[in-house]
């Protein structure tokens, strides 16, 4: 059954996050309509994943349309993330070493 308005919503720098429709999801302020009178589905009108293999947003909005974020623009993204936190291992190992260093003198 058609009928449900289907919306994306945007993040930082007009970067599309998420796309709903009105079958699961209420809009909020901002969100954008994409099309009344549409699927139950989002995934039935926008079939491409949101997300790349990286986990990071593929499409923005510009002016009125989405444009697929350019390779260069998303390595920059990647590029400037914090660093990932040491592992569980890698803190256990650096624990390890300062009791060493603590026990032993540095031996």
């Known amino acids: ?25 209420e809009s909020q302020n ?3 309509l994409i099309q009344e009178g549409g699927p139950r589905h989002f ?13 990071q947003y593929r499409y923005k909005w510009q002016d009125g349309q989405r444009v697929e974020r350019s390779q260069a623009e998303l ?18 190992k650096q624990m390890q070493q300062v009791i060493n260093d603590l026990i032993f003198g540095g031996m």
């Open 75 to 92: 390595d920059a993204e990647w590029n400037a993330r914090p660093p990932a936190p040491p592992t569980l291992e890698d803190q256990i």
């Open 1 to 25: 059954m058609d009928g449900y308005n289907i919306y994306i919503r945007l993040g930082a720098n007009g970067i599309i996050q998420q796309g709903f429709t009105s079958a699961f999801e």
């Open 43 to 55: 995934s039935q009108v926008w079939p491409e994943l949101l997300t790349n293999d990286r986990g």
């Open 30 to 32: 901002g969100d954008i």
